[in-house]
């Protein structure tokens, strides 16, 4: 292990978690294992060869844990009381901003003590990536649960580029305006030289969001904001540049996944043990309220009521990953899914010919890889999504050619996918209609589309996504020069 550094780093990324898990041996012994997902792949990219740390929580409350290097990067764990966890994660971030954020789908909890809970913890964030960031280093911080950490980390370090990237949507003021602290969020985001944003509308949300509650003034993509009020950031107006910065997938590794004997083999032992039916639907999401999954359980029973498709020869195979259990939306959410679920089947099952396959588990990447291949429709239909990797992650493992997708026109996947069969997952009659055309489209037709969601998911890939976004934070407030 490297000795303790102090200032050495020149790229540091911050994000709510570590980019690894702590497993723990059945003889009671714990280790590290990399936790699997795209951020930590497009950082691990752009982090090899650089003097690199990340800086984030190590997932367990309480547990003080020393910086320690992996493959390279010096991993800076950030403690949390378990209150704090209460508070600042379970509380504010997903509480009140996931809902608030993603258009009130479930009320937002507006708590003084979450509020105060989120400040400390950002401020713990800050402090830590002052320490550990080398004079004129390049910060990246991601995502909801850091929004003061910008400015709060330029009053440490007036010396820092500092840039924030919105993995979820920014909503609209009239919904944004409800935060008893919008100002103090604004006020944070705006410590950074560039906010990326998954969609241009909500990078629009936001700079509309400054200039009514802010009182800022915007040219071009570029807000500059007096900040001297706060005294945070110094009597000179600011300037930070907003922009628009997809996040993608790595499409090379998933395509090749994909493309094992051992996926493909898989794939088709998915659908000789589900009966070996005409088609397959298939949803996979973290059970979460955003992802839509009661409204596409309502479009297939009434499907299967009318008498539009049938098991065994049409059934939904839907996955729900397990996901903050603790917190009572979630767990409301999921009682009335198993309800939904156990309903279709009581209905509309019989005996060797089910309806709806329901797991509530997660799963290995390359189980998953051979579920998008055993599936001849995906199923997307989120009420609000930042992006949704799921639809390209489908994409990518259909090298074949083969499948269709319906997607919700309110992800940030729609604005790229438009060859997709895009859905409004609260028409109900509108859902029930494109499942059937997706099903029924001529299979030449289906592959024209295939392969044009493919040539975008592929040009645009989890690489190219990191790349766009730090030459961005590197020429903000101006734009990039395109090369
Ligand atoms: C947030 C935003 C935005 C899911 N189940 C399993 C599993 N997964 C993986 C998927 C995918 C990821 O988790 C989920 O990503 P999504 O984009 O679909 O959704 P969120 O978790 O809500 O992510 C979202 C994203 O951030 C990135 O900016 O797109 O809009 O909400 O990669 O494959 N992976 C494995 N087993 C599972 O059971 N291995």
């Known amino acids: 292990m490297a000795s303790e550094a102090r200032g050495t780093f020149d790229f540091v990324v911050a994000a709510n978690r570590l980019p690894v898990d702590r497993v723990t041996e059945a003889d009671g012994t714990s280790r590290w294992q990399a936790s699997p997902g795209g951020l930590v792949t497009a950082m691990d990219a752009v982090m090899q060869g650089q003097s690199a740390a990340w800086v984030g929580w190590a997932g367990d409350p309480g547990e003080d844990v ?125 410590g950074a030289d560039f906010l990326g944003f998954q969609r241009s509308n909500d990078a629009a949300n936001f700079t509309r969001a400054c200039h009514q509650l802010l009182g800022t003034s915007s040219s071009g993509d570029t807000i500059t904001w007096s900040g001297a009020e706060d005294g945070l950031i110094g009597a000179e107006p600011r300037r930070t540049r907003t922009a628009t910065v997809p996040i993608s997938i790595d499409f090379r590794s998933m395509d090749e996944l994909a493309r094992t004997p051992e996926v493909r083999r898989r794939a088709r032992e998915i659908r000789a043990s589900l009966g070996n039916p005409q088609t397959v639907l298939l949803g996979i999401d973290r059970l979460d309220y955003t992802k839509g999954i009661r409204h596409r359980l309502r479009a297939i029973s009434e499907l299967f009521g009318d008498g539009a498709i049938a098991a065994p020869e049409v059934t939904l195979l839907q996955i729900a990953t397990p996901s903050r259990e603790r917190v009572s939306a979630y767990q409301d959410l999921r009682s009335q899914v198993d309800g939904q679920v156990g309903r279709i089947n009581g209905d509309h099952s019989g005996i060797g010919a089910t309806a709806v396959h329901y797991l509530h588990h997660s799963y290995p990447k390359e189980e998953m890889a051979a ?113």
């Open 371 to 483: 579920l998008f291949q055993a599936a001849d429709v995906l199923l997307v239909t989120p009420l609000r999504d930042g992006m949704n990797l799921v639809a390209k992650e489908y994409v990518a493992s259909r090298w074949d050619g083969g499948g269709a997708l319906v997607l919700s026109e309110f992800t940030g996947a729609a604005q790229e996918l438009s060859q997709a069969f895009l859905c409004n997952p609260h028409d109900i009659a509108g859902l029930k209609e494109t499942i059937l055309a997706a099903m029924r489209e001529e299979p030449a037709s289906a592959r024209k589309r295939m392969l044009a969601m493919r040539r975008r998911v592929r040009s645009h890939d989890v690489h190219a996504w990191a790349q766009h976004y730090l030459s961005a934070l590197e020429a903000a407030p101006q734009k990039p020069i395109r090369r």
């Open 66 to 190: 020393a910086p320690f290097d992996r493959d390279g990067i010096r991993l800076h764990p950030i403690v949390l009381t378990a209150d704090e966890v209460r508070g600042y994660y379970e509380g504010f971030s997903n509480e009140t901003l996931w809902p608030l954020y993603h258009d009130v789908i479930v009320p937002p909890r507006y708590r003084r003590s979450w509020w105060a809970s989120y400040q400390r913890v950002n401020t713990r964030f800050a402090e830590a990536i002052a320490k550990v960031a080398a004079p004129g280093a390049t910060v990246w911080i991601h995502d909801y649960q850091l929004q003061l950490v910008p400015a709060l980390l330029r009053a440490l370090r007036s010396d820092l580029r500092i840039g924030w990237f919105n993995h979820i949507p920014f909503p609209p003021v009239e919904l944004f305006g409800q935060l008893p602290w919008r100002r103090a969020v604004l006020r944070g985001l705006l």
